[in-house]
């Protein structure tokens, strides 16, 4: 759960850009952190748990899809982030308003690298492809 000043800043970047919901700004929040753990960078300084704009879009497709499973990209559609770019756009909003900081490489083309999120989530197609062929037997609840 965002803290009161998170949530009042977020509403602020909301206001002048509504192009993402609060909720996509709260999961990007959460990515940031998911990435920094997962690359085991938690009890490093805050220049060494820096993650590349590469690393934190691979660190959104993981979590979303540890999250949400065979919903993952379902839910990052409806939240618009589908792309490097949408991610680099949260990240941006973010660190203008104080939220995220950015090292003196960071750039927002990092984030342009990888048009298409979709690509990075594991896929769920394995059981519908077996139906489609007929080789799995129906459910049956």
């Known amino acids: ?63 979303a899809a540890q999250e949400f499973g065979p919903l993952a990209w379902s839910v990052l559609e409806e939240w618009r982030l589908v792309s490097g770019s949408a991610i680099g756009d949260v990240v941006f909003n973010m660190i203008r308003s104080g939220l995220l900081t950015a090292s003196e490489n960071d750039s927002r ?11 990075l989530l594991p896929t769920h197609s394995g059981r519908a492809e077996k139906k489609k062929n007929g080789t799995m037997p129906p459910l049956i609840a």
Not at 46 to 51: A, F, I, S, T, Y
Not at 109 to 119: C, G, S
């Open 1 to 63: 759960m965002p803290d009161e000043n998170f949530v009042e800043i977020v509403e602020k970047i909301i206001r002048s850009d509504l192009r993402y919901p609060a909720d996509a700004y709260e999961f990007v929040n959460e990515s940031v952190k998911f990435t920094i753990r997962k690359l085991r960078r938690e009890s490093k300084s805050k220049q060494e748990r820096h993650v590349t704009g590469e690393e934190l879009i691979h660190g959104v497709a993981e979590y």
């Open 109 to 119: 083309e990092d984030f342009n690298r990888i048009p298409d999120l979709r690509t």
